[in-house]
């Protein structure tokens, strides 16, 4: 039995991992954004350990949500499954002064890697839409640029993966991988979604599981399957950059090989 931490996890691909994975014989301990959602995920999943509760769009619930991890011990796995959609109409600003995509599905994943205890395996769900953006660290929070909702969960797309990729370079002793788990019909993906929903929350299950082959590490995976990612998230330059630029934000640093 693994223990395996799920953020975002109230609903959709990430509650249906987090259902997978018990009734594999897991511990797993779900997230939701407030009070409400939390009831709702223990009522859909009672035989999870817990639920945290808290906002991952600020950097202030991003550090409770990681101190309420902590506090529950450590994790084998962690899922980073938390996103928001790209279907915002415009540039939303959170009160760190950051839109809201880049907040939740880049800033928020940095801060919780870097401050709960590090686990044996760590997981990161891309999308299929990384493929078609770059990295545009000249302007990262969207201050100057005309605002495009899909391009800019595009690009966070992309940082999820060039993040796990970063992971696995800096911290050897953990397994950390990214996947995608296809266009599907969730909240976020949307009723005109075609990919297959029965195969959308197999892969993160199975990553976080360690049911994959030998020390796999700093691989994109599709359906249990590796695939080849953008080549941006592969740069080492690029990954250290964004490191970097997560840290000025947030003020918490990447911890070293040796650190947390």
Partial sequence: MHRIFITGSSEGLGLMAGQLLVEQGHSVVLHARNAARAR????????????????VATIAGARSVAGQANR???????????????????RIETEDGLPHVFAVNVIAPYILTALIERPARLVYLSSALHHHARARFDDLL?????????????????????????????????????????????????????????????????LAAGEAAGRVSGEYFYHMERRSPNPDTRDPALQDLLLSRCADITGIPFPSATGR
């Fill in 72 to 90: 529950l011990g450590r994790f084998d796995a962690v899922i980073h499954n938390v996103a928001v959609g790209y279907r915002e109409p415009h």
């Fill in 40 to 55: 709702d995920a223990k009522a859909a999943l009672p035989a999870a350990e817990a639920v945290v509760t808290g906002d």
């Fill in 142 to 206: 969207w201050e100057t640029r005309r605002w495009d909702g899909t391009e800019a969960y595009s690009e966070s797309k992309l940082y999820n993966a060039m993040f796990a990729f970063a992971v696995a370079r800096h911290w050897p002793g953990v397994l950390s991988n990214a996947l995608e788990p296809g266009w599907v019909q969730t909240r976020m993906g949307g009723p005109t979604a075609t990919d297959d929903m029965r195969q959308a929350h197999l892969t993160q299950a199975w």
